[in-house]
């Protein structure tokens, strides 16, 4: 009776013991929030062991209401659903049975149409922060971040570069005459670096989405170079990732619930696959011509947007709808704190449309003005006009504003080996990519490159620069968003035979110990110089050019080996002419008649001197002329 009563006391002891412990809350996603946003819901991401037990959760915070509390299949989280639609300001204190905990609500720093995104008169300069400058005082061994080590020496590696190396360089861009900066992923990728092909340098496996990797600097750091950069008239594109995570963000481990992520039970398990570290998984097809194939079946929908993308990059499940709110708000969140002028999605198709489009939407409320390229890798204008907003080829609005022209990318690639002939080879290519515009829902909103970092460069192991002015005058000429990949214009070269890394090398003069310093006239070398110049002088004059902007657009059929192409707009004309052969060759004027008009003279952009059409047009060998009149 004695030890009943014993046991019966020490269970009571125990009990009360538990009720009367404090609640430990490890961390709060997003880490605070803005009010005055035209949607005022805001869901709580809260971490902490057995946070799930939690009883209740209460705030006396005017003008906040706890819409619902989420407990999910893991005891180790909570999602709390508030509504911010009377709230000002401050500090608020939220209860989690007895324990509180002060949340920060923020006012905003303009109104969200007052954010401007990204357009036709920007031209994107794409640069990967690990390989462009190192900042003063960089700190090569960040205590707390899994084994890594910076080695210049390995293309596989990290190599060093950081924000303030791209800070310091902005007055670089100004000279150059681009206008915005499109830096690859700055989120924390916290996965260890190795020789083997599992390195995060370049930024594409994050493991904290609020948080700016540590190698590269701070949140803080961020936000200054967006604000510095702004100053001097740049804008920043972030680039984000919603169709996987990497393998060291907390969700691997303990997933808050069983459909998270993608692992697939639909498989057949002789398909299988695991990663090095042990987990089963199917590897996407990377096929993307499922996903808007209206034939296609569901095992091949499935491989393509359940699969992952690497072994090391877990697939995130966009169809839950609690992980797609918390990614939702995790772009507001930047967009808000440090003023991004736009987003760059990594794998776009890959992730579930649905859920997307659904990110899209509420971006489009929130700032109707900003902008989002989405990666859209196949090569058919078909297939990437029908994920553009508002696309009449789909069934269902993607409300994505940009996609990106790969078939631009693929026709450059294969014409600039090739004569133009009186059909399809060389400049051929571009005129038949070009004449399908018309499935777009607005050209104006499609992006154009020549290369970026998953490519070959444009060069690839050599310095043709007479192909690469004629890609280049094509790119900022034509009705297209264009950008470039930094390095082009000081023509750095690479292939990705042997590995990525050879694309990816570091801008000359960017780190400590280069010996030369192409930020500089003094640097580079007299190619070099050559290049830098004429790429800038194109890009200053098209700066505020609305032929350009706004123009309409008039391409002629390839014809003596010469592709023309007209923008014209309220009386001024500008004619992009590309000798696509390796001959010389004269473009008869009388044949272009529509656009030139009574026009005897016009002015090439690059050297300002007079070019006469008042008679035939001598091209040397696969010469590049714009002129305007």
């Known amino acids: ?25 490890d961390r ?4 605070n929030w803005f009010v005055g946003l035209k949607d005022p819901s805001l869901q709580l991401m809260v971490y902490g062991k057995n946070i799930k037990n939690v009883k209740s959760v209460t705030t006396d915070y005017p003008g906040v209401v706890v819409d619902s509390v989420v407990r999910l299949d893991s005891p180790n989280y909570l999602l709390v659903y508030l509504n ?10 939220l209860k989690f049975d007895k324990t509180k905990v002060s949340y920060q609500l923020s006012s905003r720093e303009m109104k969200g149409e007052e954010r401007m995104g990204f357009t036709n008169a920007d031209v994107l300069y794409m640069l990967m922060p690990d390989r462009f400058a190192q900042g003063k005082g960089h700190n090569p061994k960040v ?68 948080r700016v990797d540590p190698r590269f600097g701070t949140n803080d750091d961020y936000r200054q170079l967006c604000n510095e950069a702004h100053q001097k008239g740049l804008k920043v594109v972030m680039d984000m990732i919603f169709n996987h995570s990497g393998f060291e963000h907390p969700w691997t481990s303990d997933m808050p ?26 590897q996407t097809s990377y ?113 994505l504003k940009t996609v990106m022209d790969f078939a631009f990318f693929d026709r450059l690639s294969q014409a600039k080996h090739e004569e133009t002939d009186p059909w399809w080879q060389g400049m051929n290519r571009l005129y038949n990519s070009f004449c399908y515009d018309y499935l777009y829902a607005d050209p104006n909103h499609v992006m154009a490159f020549i290369d970026n970092h998953d490519t070959d460069r444009f060069l690839g192991n050599g310095r043709d620069t007479l192909a690469l002015k004629q890609a280049l005058a094509l790119l900022l000429t034509v009705r297209r ?27 000359p003069g960017g780190f400590p110990g280069d010996q030369r310093n192409c930020f500089t006239a003094e640097g580079r070398t007299k190619a070099e110089q050559q290049m830098f110049e004429w790429l800038s002088r194109l890009l200053h004059w098209r700066q505020g050019n609305k032929v350009i902007t706004e123009g309409s657009m008039t391409q002629f059929i390839p014809y003596n080996g010469i592709y023309v192409i007209a923008r ?8 992009t002419i590309i000798n696509g052969t390796s001959q010389q060759a004269v473009m008869p004027v009388k044949r272009y008649a529509e656009v030139i008009g009574q026009t005897t003279r016009a002015t090439d952009v690059i050297s300002r001197r007079t070019v006469r059409l008042d008679h035939d047009v001598k091209l040397r060998p696969r010469q590049t002329l714009i002129v305007e009149f």
Do not use: C
Request: glycine share 6%; no cysteine; net charge negative.
């Open 257 to 282: 619930t069983h459909d998270w992520l993608n692992l697939p039970q639909w498989l057949n398990e002789s398909k299988g696959t695991s990663n090095p570290q042990g987990t089963s998984f199917q």
């Open 481 to 507: 968003i264009p950008q470039l990949y930094y390095g082009t214009e000081i023509l750095m070269n690479g292939t990705k035979e042997v590995t990525d890394g050879n694309v990816r090398k570091d801008f």
């Open 84 to 93: 911010l639609s009377n709230a000002q300001p401050g500090n608020m204190t």
């Open 28 to 31: 709060i996603d997003p880490t």
């Open 143 to 210: 205590k707390g971040m899994r084994p890594y080590r910076e080695d210049r020496s390995q293309p596989s590696l990290r190599h060093g570069g950081d924000l303030n190396g791209i800070r310091e360089h902005l007055d670089y861009f100004k000279e150059l005459g681009v206008t915005a900066l499109w830096l690859t992923p700055v989120l924390e990728n916290n996965s260890p670096d190795s020789d083997n092909g599992f390195s995060t340098y370049h930024g594409y496996a994050t493991t904290d989405y609020y």
């Open 287 to 399: 096929k993307l011509t499922p996903v808007k194939d209206p034939y296609a079946s569901q095992v091949d929908l499935r491989e393509t947007t359940e699969g992952w993308f690497v072994p090391t990059m877990p697939d995130l499940n966009q169809r839950n709808p609690h992980l797609m709110t918390y990614l939702i708000q995790n772009s507001i969140w930047w967009i808000e704190t440090v003023g991004i002028d736009g987003i760059r999605m990594d794998t776009y198709p890959y992730a579930d449309a649905r859920g997307m489009a659904q990110w899209m939407k509420r971006l489009d409320l929130e700032y109707p003005n900003f902008n989002t390229v989405g990666e859209t890798w196949v090569t058919e204008p078909a297939y990437t006009a029908a994920w553009q907003k508002d696309s009449k080829l789909a069934e269902e609005n993607s409300y």
């Open 1 to 25: 009776m004695r030890r009943k009563f014993f046991l019966t006391a020490i269970l009571v002891l125990n009990v009360l013991a538990m009720s009367a412990a404090k609640t430990v809350i």
């Open 568 to 575: 014209q707009h309220e009386g001024r004309t500008v004619l």
